[in-house]
């Protein structure tokens, strides 16, 4: 189906590890954000893209990297892990910011420890 | 405060009732969301809203620019209604549309049988 599929979707890591999570969308959109969503507060944005090779930072990039080398993927790094990047994350696309809704992925459910 | 915040944060309702959930901010925007998220699911979008009112099935969406409010409503609530609504804005700053979205905290709804 298309859509918007992010993996894995759990993992746990130990403090100062490293991982990328993968987006991968085949609607053919321009737009790609990463979002992290915590206990009491919106979703918050990490990095997006407006385009292939093309990334920048959000609300929280601090501790995290991104990627756009293909348009239908977004890889979002941690290159060492802290307990404080214990969050779901969140990828979402669309084709057009203005006219177009958001499709988000199921979800990355990553535990520090 | 918030940018965005919604009311009520819990909400419990009997199947079959008429149920509202309201969203407030107050910065200028372009547009308007409200998402819908499933316990331990993916996040789904609902309405993308700049003006009036939209419906779809048994939901209908509301914004009043002028008041800085939107409303969701249901419908003949079902047990399956049952999750967390996310209202979401995007600013508009010096008159334009920016990438980012604000996002409320969510409502919980429970719609019991």
């Known amino acids: 189906n298309a859509g918007v599929t992010q993996t894995p979707k759990f993992r746990v890591l130990k403090t100062g590890q490293s991982m990328t999570l993968l987006c991968a969308q085949d609607m053919n959109h321009e737009y790609m954000y990463w979002y992290r969503q915590d206990p009491g507060m919106g979703l918050r944005l990490i990095h997006y893209?407006?385009?292939?090779?093309?990334?920048a930072k959000g609300e929280v990039p601090d501790g995290y990297n991104v990627s756009r080398l293909k348009k239908q993927n977004f890889l979002l790094g941690l290159e060492s892990a802290a307990p404080s990047q214990t969050s779901v994350y969140f990828c979402?696309?669309?084709?057009?910011?203005?006219?177009?809704?958001?499709?988000f992925g199921s979800g990355t459910r990553l535990t520090v420890v | 405060k918030n940018e965005v915040e919604q009311s009520p944060q819990n909400l419990t309702a009997q199947e079959g009732e008429f149920i509202t959930i309201n969203c407030s901010y107050s910065v200028g925007i372009s547009a308007l969301h409200w998402l819908q998220q499933h316990p331990g699911g993916g996040i789904v979008s609902l309405f993308m809203?700049?003006?009036g009112k939209k419906k779809h099935g048994r939901l209908i969406a509301t914004i009043n620019i002028q008041e800085k409010h939107s409303s969701l409503h249901i419908t003949a609530s079902h047990p399956r209604d049952s999750a967390v609504y996310i209202c979401?804005?995007?600013?508009?700053?010096?008159?334009?549309?920016?990438?980012?979205?604000?996002f409320g905290t969510g409502t919980l709804l429970a719609v019991q049988p």
């Open positions: 979402a696309s669309t084709l057009d910011v203005f006219n177009y809704g958001y499709t």
């Open positions: 809203l700049s003006s």
């Open positions: 893209s407006v385009g292939e090779g093309t990334t």
């Open positions: 979401a804005v995007r600013s508009a700053e010096y008159g334009g549309a920016t990438n980012k979205l604000i």
